[in-house]
């Protein structure tokens, strides 16, 4: 399995312009969450999906941000427009709840916007 | 709604000691729980999980963990502690795998030599 993949995993863009965030999740899962890394803020869960399906969106923080998952095997992150203090490490993770294994995150894309 | 606490933003042991990190959880029915290790630069790794059962989880790396309901605690231990440990440690609870999960603000372990 090669697990939850992620791309890119670096981005440096310039303020105002559109970023998008790529995720493969492992095949199976049936969940996929993104979440944001920052030294202020730590670990936040932006958004998550059951079987394709957004449950809880109350973590992306202003309309700039959406995620879609189009169908089972891929998800986007978009930031549009792009400011300097989108500038962390997201993460993109995956898990089944028909088994009790763990969550399965990514390597992370690393955003800095300029 | 659940929430975690890792009381301790850093910890330096001395190579081949012990080490015990602190995990508190808020949750009112039996919680899954969860560490993670991220080195510098490096996505999150599953240590281990207790979902049920066996109260005392083995995982990887020689890591353990005791879940204790009373306490409200998952506090992650290793007896001899290696310089590559060196990394920080997120505990995180959830109330289904396919539900968010929430970790802690980590804690920080530096090894010494």
């Known amino acids: 399995d090669a697990g939850v993949i992620q791309s890119p995993r670096h981005e440096v863009t310039e303020m105002g312009q559109e970023v998008t965030l790529r995720c493969k999740p492992i095949s199976g899962h049936n969940s996929l969450f993104w979440y944001r890394q920052t030294m202020m803020r730590g670990l936040e869960l932006l958004i998550y999906f059951n079987n394709n399906v957004p449950i809880d969106d109350s973590g992306m923080p202003e309309d700039r941000f959406s995620a879609k998952m189009p169908n089972a095997s891929f998800s986007t992150l978009k930031i549009q427009p792009s400011e300097p203090r989108d500038s962390a490490v997201y993460f993109c993770?995956?898990?089944?709840?028909?088994?009790?294994?763990?969550?399965?995150f990514g390597s992370g894309t690393r955003l800095t916007v300029v | 709604a659940q929430s975690v606490t890792q009381p301790d933003i850093h910890i330096t042991v001395s190579e081949g000691a012990s080490l015990e990190l602190r995990c508190n959880y808020s949750?009112?029915?039996?919680?899954?729980l969860f560490w993670y290790v991220q080195s510098p630069g490096q996505g999150l790794q599953l240590l281990l999980k207790y979902f049920s059962g066996d109260t005392l989880v083995q995982g990887i790396k020689g890591f353990e963990a005791e879940f204790k309901r009373s306490q409200s605690s998952f506090n992650l231990r290793k007896p001899s502690v290696h310089w590559s440990d060196a990394a920080e440690y997120f505990c995180a609870v959830t109330t289904g795998t396919a539900s968010k999960l929430t970790f802690g603000t980590g804690t920080r372990l530096q090894v010494t030599l």
């Open positions: 993770a995956s898990s089944s709840s028909r088994r009790t294994g763990g969550y399965t």
């Open positions: 949750y009112g029915a039996t919680p899954y």
